[in-house]
Nanobody, 126 residues
Framework: QAQLVESGGGLVQAGGSLRLSCAAS????????MGWFRQAPGKERLFVAA????????YYADSVKGRFTISRDNAKNTVYLHMNSLKPEDTAVYYC???????????????????WGQGTQVTVSS
């Protein structure tokens, strides 16, 4: 059974930084594209960042470009989201998701992942 487990969320002041981690198990996730989504209270889940299975291609939502960086370590089956210059509007539950590399690397546009994590809360205070 494939599983994604996020960690690294917490409470941080505006302007601060956090690093989220998503540890994958149960599959060879080195052949999967990986992504991060977030959902604020009362709002729909939105795309944040994605990385292709090779790690060569990365994609970001306009709202986080220049502040967030996605990376992966296939040897550790882990994907990271480095978040800098955090803003109160970044407050949300952050979810890790994955899609096999048989799909194009822009799979996140449909937000139809094969696997989702349980989410980790990020709260940014003003």
């Amino acid at each position: 059974q494939a599983q994604l487990v996020e960690s690294g969320g917490g409470l941080v002041q505006a302007g601060g930084s956090l690093r989220l981690s998503c540890a994958a198990s149960g599959r060879t996730f080195s052949s999967y594209h990986m992504g991060w989504f977030r959902q604020a209270p009362g709002k729909e889940r939105l795309f944040v960042a994605a990385i292709s299975w090779t790690g060569i291609r990365t994609y970001y939502a306009d709202s986080v470009k220049g502040r967030f960086t996605i990376s992966r370590d296939n040897a550790k089956n882990t994907v990271y989201l480095h978040m800098n210059s955090l803003k109160p509007e970044d407050t949300a539950v952050y979810y890790c998701a994955t899609k096999p590399n048989t799909y194009p690397s822009n799979w996140f546009e449909s937000a139809e992942a094969d696997y989702w994590g349980q989410g980790t809360q990020v709260t940014v205070s003003s």
